[in-house]
């Protein structure tokens, strides 16, 4: 049941509400490992969030299509980050999924830049299981107290809340 619960939790931080819930996945995967093996949360934490990122393809598609969001890939900038990302595409994705940087930048590149799904999940994969693996491992090496993984995913969950509202506010 534990597993299963780890699965849609990466899953829901990974898919759409990604914005809301910045690393918050990160704390929850460091309280998993008293559990379960590293690699079998890495196995499973990447499988959901590969599910979500091929949710977010789609939904992305999607959107890029409605006339007022389909105007912007005609501005320069736009224009010039897909013809960027298209020069390395998989590549690209490996390292941003595997870095702390936002991965929002290429789950909106890649369907905007038409780069197939298959390849763009392998890329996913890629980047996010050793991720994952690394984090879990961490979390073996140095168990950290539950009360401050409430605590760090609670306060992450808050910036990531609070920064999401001050855009919506300016």
């Not at 998993?32 to 890495?42: D, K």
């Not at 890629?126 to 991720?131: D, V």
Request: proline share 9%; aromatic share 12%; no cysteine.
């Amino acid at each position: 049941m534990k597993l299963l619960a780890f699965f849609l939790l990466a899953v829901i931080v990974h898919g759409p509400l990604s914005p809301l819930l910045p690393t918050a996945f990160e704390a929850t995967l460091l309280y998993y490992v008293r559990f379960n093996p590293p690699w079998l949360l890495a196995v499973i934490g990447t499988v959901g969030a590969s599910l979500a990122e091929a949710l977010n393809y789609y939904v992305v598609d999607w959107a890029a299509e409605l006339p007022k969001l389909a105007a912007l890939r005609s501005r320069p900038a736009v224009r010039w980050s897909i013809g960027a990302f298209r020069r390395a595409p998989f590549w690209t994705t490996v390292i941003v999924i595997f870095s702390p940087i936002p991965d929002s930048v290429v789950r909106i590149l890649a369907p905007l830049g038409r780069y197939p799904l298959p390849k763009y999940l392998a890329a996913v994969t890629l980047g996010r299981f050793p991720r994952l693996l690394l984090f879990a491992g961490f979390g073996v090496v140095v168990p950290m107290p539950a009360w401050l993984l409430l605590v760090v995913g609670v306060l992450l969950l808050a910036v990531g809340v609070g920064s999401v509202a001050r855009r919506s506010a300016s």
